[in-house]
């Protein structure tokens, strides 16, 4: 029960995050916590604890998104799906620069299914979504993970004990 509070607490603070980096540093900084965020429990606990977090923050991020309802939900439990298979067939070292690099994938796959579904629903164009969704939120993600990696196992284990 403590893991799933702590899951739902930081989903909250992962938003939250998410709004107020938007908001302060405008369009060009929109790093997705929630992708960390959710790979990190994966990787850490493992997948049931993966599609919690996944489900915690679709919720949360569909429910202040103006597109599809689900979306983030779908998109968010690929990525479990994704980082399974990547730990299980490809992850030998649980460095962080290991995690790092899974989530840089995993951020590529999100953003595309993303993509996929508003392409099965409505029409949208590969480029323009390229240069303003794909390419800051891959960027940013990067430049934010290593640290909050660091600073979430900290965390976690602090409250966890």
């Known amino acids: 029960m403590r893991k799933i509070i702590i899951i739902i607490v930081l989903s909250f603070l992962a938003m939250i995050g998410e709004f107020l980096l ?5 369009f060009w900084f929109k790093p997705n916590l929630a992708i960390i965020l959710i790979a990190f429990f994966n990787l850490t606990w493992g997948i049931r604890y993966g599609i919690m977090a996944a489900v915690a923050c679709g919720i ?3 429910s202040f998104s103006a597109s599809f309802f689900g979306l983030n939900i779908f998109s968010f439990i690929v990525s479990v799906y994704v980082v399974t298979f990547i ?4 992850y030998y070292l649980g460095t962080r620069s290991s995690r790092v690099r899974i989530i840089f994938v995993v951020c590529v796959i999100n953003v595309m299914v993303q993509y996929m579904v508003h392409v099965t629903l409505s029409t949208v164009n590969f480029w323009p979504m390229v240069g303003s969704i794909l390419l800051p939120e891959v960027i940013t993600t990067m430049l934010v993970c290593s640290y909050l990696l660091k ?3 900290n965390w976690v284990v602090q409250f966890h004990s």
Do not use: A, S
């Not at 730990?87 to 490809?90: I, L, V």
């Open 22 to 26: 938007y908001n302060i540093f405008g």
């Open 60 to 62: 949360l991020k569909d």
């Open 87 to 90: 730990r299980r067939y490809f």
């Open 151 to 153: 600073h979430l196992k």
